[in-house]
């Protein structure tokens, strides 16, 4: 076959083929036709099971937050509120059979009906533990309590709880919920009661200027003097005042309120007598300044930034009988516990350790904090409960046990911890905060739920005690005021009435 055929012979063929493009193969598309309204099928809907997987109610996200906002009481009404819909729900569909919340693979009614027809015992799980029965096996009651309310009308017994004779457009015990008495919610007065003009009340993370006595009478250090007011009276009264050169770093009252220790900025610890107002004792032993006090008994602890704390015995002669050693930097915080001998002490280190009266060596040491730890408190509810709060780099307020020596607890405050309080009353850890929040925060233990926060200080708020009678709260700052708030008591405590709009007294 020559070239001249060839070539006529392709162009035949390319005459008969369509065009083809270098292109992907399209999909074809399949139209589907919907209907404008949507019959759902019931039948094959089991309410039951999609009741019991609803675990949230609308405000678990409220719930699930440990900070709240400056609306708590409104929060807690929504949360009350939703927990009452969601029991009138569950009452409207399910009336009495209300949806258990079974594991799956328990084997249900029918099959337990069938296992013991046959005479066969299922086995039973190695992990699962005895559970109490759901209704009381021993009630006592008569027979005609026991029957539904019932009333004669014309000769014939009518039941009165029954759904046709009911006007109401819920069930019975429905209505029952809705009628039943709420929960009274707590109301904590975010406004202190009380503001004190405290000048030159230092603004140091390392200093314990505050202390409130079981006499009711509060101790405060301002610069150079040891000023006591009265909670009773209202009255101020200056204690001592040091010499030109030194300043006031810590102050303690002893447990029984008559006795006070000053510590001062040249490491001198001074025992004085508040009602006689004069100097017991002097006792030295620190190279720098005594910045934290603690009593126990007779016993007097001072912790220095020479980074020892000193055991002293009131009784003794001498100046102190122990000295302590395994801090690296100054000790912020000391604390006893209300049980037993053991000493509490955190250092500007990050380090919080556990001493006992009768060694020179910690029981424990607990690293955890990357921040100073001023913050300490027992818990007086439950016996060994340390906590603990973390400076400006930490923000956390840990638990310890001290009688397994393991952490057990933690939260994150998101703000600098200065100070920490246990209640004397509830169950709750009082907080007081610096950079940047500036607050006095309320948490419920062990849930470390927060109940509300207070603000009003300017700066960081360092110092904190709390009234003899467990139901007040008094926060100092370095504004230099002194703030008192009315927190675990039902109504105020027994002082004078004095508003904010009043003339604010002065310490001095």
Known sequence: MSAEEDIARSTSISTQLPYQRNTSPERKRIRVSYSDRYIPNRESVNLQAGFSLKTESPGAVERTTNRLTENELDIQRIEEANQTFSEVLRSELFGDEVPSSEPRGTPSSSNSDMISAGSVTPPRSHTSAPSTPSRNLFTFMSPSARKTPARQIGGATLDVENEVFSLSPVRFRSQKLLLSPRKQLRSISKVPFRVLDAPELADDFYLNLVDWSSTNILGVGLARAVYLWNAFTGNVNKLCQLGDHDLVTSVAWLQEGKYIAVGSHRGIVQIWD????????????????????????????????????????????????????????????????????????????????????????????????????????????????????????????????????????????????????????????????????????????????????????????????????????????????????????????????????DVVPQLR
Not at 433 to 452: C, D, E, F, L
């Open 274 to 501: 508040a009602e006689a107002q004069r100097k017991l004792r002097t006792m030295d032993g620190h190279t720098s300044r005594a910045g934290s006090l603690a009593w126990h008994g007779h016993i007097l602890s001072s912790g220095s930034r020479d980074k020892t704390i000193l055991l002293r015995d009131v009784r003794a002669p001498g100046s102190y009988f122990r000295r302590l050693t395994g801090h690296k930097q100054e000790i912020c915080g000391l604390k006893w516990s209300h049980e037993d001998d053991k000493l509490a002490s955190g250092g500007n280190d990050n380090k919080l350790f556990v001493w006992n009266s009768s060694s020179e060596s910690p029981l424990l040491k607990f690293t955890e904090h990357v921040a100073a730890v001023k913050a300490i408190a027992w818990s007086p509810h439950q016996r060994g409960i340390l906590a603990s709060g973390g400076g400006t780099a930490d923000q956390r307020i840990k638990f310890w046990n001290t009688m397994t020596g393991r952490q057990i607890n933690e939260i994150d405050t998101g703000s600098q911890i200065c100070n920490l309080v246990w209640s004397k009353n509830s169950n709750e850890v009082v907080s007081a905060h610096g950079y940047s929040q500036n607050q006095i925060a309320i948490w419920k233990y062990p849930s470390m739920r927060q109940v509300t926060a207070l603000t009003g200080h300017t700066c960081r708020v360092l110092y904190l005690a709390i009234s003899p009678d467990g139901q007040t709260i008094v926060s100092g700052a370095g504004d230099e005021t002194l703030r008192f708030w009315n927190v675990f008591g039902k109504g105020r405590p027994e002082y004078r009435e004095v508003t904010l709009l």
